[in-house]
């Protein structure tokens, strides 16, 4: 069976699991108040320190900085929470955060299933969150990883336990309708053939869109565009009449949430119009549940069997990403 299905298809066994490990944790809080947050983490983790970033914000007392490179904020000090994030435990960029964190004495902690970091985090002696190991591709831990964080931000006092509940509905939600999300991912995987898409959404759902992007890019092996209103109305929005022979093969997707502001509702209804006489119908995807992250899990579980059935439309495997395995093997040889 494809990894890339049967990760899917265990997504709310992964979220459940996810949350036994995090009510086992024996955290201890910072001996230093803490007074800000940064999470490090490439690809799949990234991903996940972005939607936990998004989730949380305006809803948590203090700044969250998600930091994808080498390098790391100069504001970063004792008073910092500083969370790696990698699956394999071996990513380049996350391990140098690491250590640039370890200099600057701030309060670290790791996520990972093995490899280089859990060494450091022993070393250390830091708090760390060993995942299971047994999946080749981070992309697919993203419910482990998503609660996860959650869980470090509720043990360190950040936030509160409502994502516990929310999770559990999400789960049995997801559950319950699976068979009408896989078909509806049939439905819009087959629309998606042959065309560009192009998905816009509310700021808030950005973190979201990019997750729906990525995994296109991964496992259905094409380009995707995002963009975010009311940003996108201020300067994109202008650039949607050249090339005219490529406007035709966009395929715009609207993401919605029930936390999407409603002047930004109204831009979107406007921009309809624009994007439909240009290209075509648009496809609208709406997050379902009582609340954002019980929405989140909706939009992550659908958007990943389009990908998924994508990929099938376009004739690949989901599983592999040789270009990537390739880059990091000639990235292996100049070290």
Not at 10 to 31: V, Y
Not at 162 to 171: L, P, V
Request: charge should be negative; charged fraction near 20%; aromatic fraction near 8%.
């Amino acid at each position: 069976m494809s990894v890339t299905k049967k990760s899917i298809e265990s997504f709310t066994r992964q979220l459940g699991d996810a949350l036994k490990i995090g009510q086992s944790l024996d955290l201890m809080r910072p001996g230093s108040d803490i007074r800000n947050v940064v999470i490090a983490g490439m690809g799949g983790s990234g991903i996940s320190a972005n939607l936990v970033e998004s989730l949380t914000w305006g809803r948590i007392p203090i700044p969250i900085t998600v930091c994808k490179s080498y390098t790391i904020p100069q504001f970063v000090s004792p008073h910092t929470l500083f969370i790696a994030s990698s699956y394999s435990g071996n990513t380049e960029e996350t391990i140098a955060a690491l250590n640039k964190a370890l200099l600057k004495r701030a309060h670290c902690i790791v996520i990972a299933s093995g490899g280089k970091i859990l060494d450091i985090a022993r070393e250390y002696n830091l708090f760390y969150i060993q995942l299971p190991l047994g999946w080749a591709s981070p992309r697919a831990m993203l419910g482990y990883n998503m609660v996860s964080l959650l869980s470090l931000l509720y043990h360190t006092n950040l936030i509160g336990a409502a994502f516990i509940k929310e999770t559990e509905n999400a789960m049995e939600y997801l559950d319950r309708s699976e068979k009408a999300i896989e078909t509806e991912a049939e439905i819009i995987a087959r629309k998606l053939k042959g065309k560009l898409p192009v998905i816009y959404c509310d700021s808030r759902l950005q973190a979201m869109a990019t997750r729906f992007q990525q995994q296109l890019n991964e496992n259905s092996k094409q380009l995707a565009h995002v963009n975010v209103f009311p940003e996108m109305n201020h300067n994109e929005l202008t650039g949607w009449r050249f090339p005219e022979n490529l406007l035709p093969m966009l395929q715009v997707i609207y993401l919605y949430s029930d936390h999407d502001h409603e002047r930004v509702e109204k831009r979107m209804d406007i921009c309809r119009d624009i994007f439909e006489k240009k290209s075509n119908s648009i496809i609208d995807i709406v997050g379902e549940g009582a609340s954002l992250l019980e929405q989140y899990y909706y939009l992550i579980h659908l958007t990943d069997w389009i990908s998924f059935y994508l990929a099938k439309e376009n004739g690949v495997e989901a599983d592999p990403i040789e270009v990537v395995d390739y880059l990091k093997s000639e990235l292996e040889k100049n070290r």
